[in-house]
């Protein structure tokens, strides 16, 4: 075998290998859960921050003592819905004032919290190992869901 007939089937082999690969993994949905222990939702992409993808995560419902309202004490929690506007998940997006994530569980009306940033902060929240400040999103949010798991609670988001 000549040197260029080993190099032309190497070469071949290994565009073979970059074809398989590229076609072993195809990402159909991300799942985004934007409040711990609610719904997830469904999205084809989704941008990545230092923190994880967009959005992910950045809510918690905290109790009276500001810990994290999980679905292990609260599984109600589980059947609570949310929704983000579908731009929301596009790189260059910024939240803007008729920006919402909207919340919704049965016998509730639909809650919708700004997605713009609020400004109170929220002193010695915790969850599982961590503990520190997150943004309050006000006394409508708690009332929602005070209401809805019968008993005190905040939502609050992760400052960024």
């Not at 190099?7 to 690969?21: D, P, V």
């Not at 992409?45 to 500001?66: C, E, H, I, K, Y």
Request: with cysteine.
């Amino acid at each position: 075998m000549s040197i260029t007939s080993l190099f032309s089937r190497l070469l071949w082999k290994e565009e073979a290998i970059e074809e398989e690969l590229e076609e072993a993994a195809k990402v159909e949905s991300i799942w985004i859960f934007p409040i711990k222990s609610c719904r997830w939702i469904s999205v084809s992409q989704a941008p990545v921050t230092p923190t994880g993808f967009r959005w992910d995560r950045l809510w918690m419902v905290v109790n009276s003592s500001g810990r994290a309202c999980t679905q292990r004490v609260h599984p109600k929690l589980a059947l609570v819905e949310v929704a983000l506007p579908p731009e929301a998940f596009r790189e260059d997006w910024e939240p803007h004032r008729g920006s919402f994530l909207e919340v919704r569980a049965s016998g509730m009306n639909v809650l919708k919290v700004p997605l713009i940033e609020p400004s109170t902060l929220s002193d010695g929240v915790s969850v599982w190992g961590w503990t520190g400040a997150a943004l309050d999103e006000g006394d409508e949010a708690a009332e929602w869901f005070t209401q809805y798991l019968e008993q005190p609670s905040r939502l609050v988001r992760f400052h960024e």
